[in-house]
T-cell receptor
């Protein structure tokens, strides 16, 4: 019973390139959440998705960032034209369907380094 | 006032000590509360949910005071393996629904 799977674990991009981060939720989970953790900072909510729907993107920067969770395949967090300030750990989490107070199960993260 | 504020760390304690972490939150609409633990360069992992009546899980006890918007975590008989950063987590909206507010964390170091 695999947990939340993220890849790649480490990603290095030069300024101006694109970064694509992938997240496969736990089996049976249809809700995906992306969080970002800057060095020495707490985790910050970015976006909450269900299959083919963005439910809450209140934490997403207005430009260069986008997220999707297609009907088939993993959720993708895409960062265009990366800048040094995008260097961070990006964590994905999932939860089962339905409302409730389910805690989140996080993947082991993608560490993005922008050079 | 920050949305979630935690004790500044680090806490350096000997094995066997009892240590308490405090946390305050600003959003009175929050309904879900958790403590997560995060090891260095790893993902956060749920330690325990926090309920109004208080709850205990082995050496760990969590308390919630809604009137004061205050959450605590008590660790008894500290082990070396308890060394980690402890994150106070609060839901932004009524239920959890994934939009959680994380504190910056309090670092605990348990020494032999």
């Amino acid at each position: 019973n695999a947990g939340v799977m993220q890849n790649p674990r480490h990603l290095v991009r030069r300024r101006g390139q694109e970064a694509r981060l992938r997240c496969s939720p736990m089996k049976g989970h249809s809700h995906v959440y992306w969080y970002r953790q800057l060095p020495e900072e707490g985790l910050k909510f970015m976006v909450y998705l269900q299959k083919e729907n963005i439910i809450d993107e209140s934490g997403m920067p207005k430009e260069r960032f986008s997220a999707e969770f297609p009907k088939e395949g993993p959720s993708i967090l895409r960062i265009q034209q990366v800048v040094r300030g995008d260097s961070a750990a990006y964590f994905c989490a999932s939860s089962p369907p339905g409302r409730g107070e389910s805690p989140l199960h996080f993947g082991n993260g993608t560490r993005l380094t922008v050079t | 006032r920050k949305e979630v504020e935690q004790d500044p760390g680090p806490f350096n304690v000997p094995e066997g000590a009892t240590v308490a972490f405090n946390c305050t939150y600003s959003n009175s609409a929050s309904q879900s509360f958790f403590w997560y633990r995060q090891d260095c360069r790893k993902e956060p992992k749920l330690l325990m949910s926090v309920y109004s009546s208080g709850n205990e899980d082995g050496r760990f006890t969590a308390q919630l005071n809604r009137a004061s918007q205050y959450i605590s975590l008590l660790i008894r008989d500290s082990k070396l393996s308890d060394s980690a950063t402890y994150l106070c987590v609060v839901s932004r909206y009524g239920g959890s629904q994934g939009n959680l507010i994380f504190g910056k964390g309090t670092k605990l170091s348990v020494k032999p």
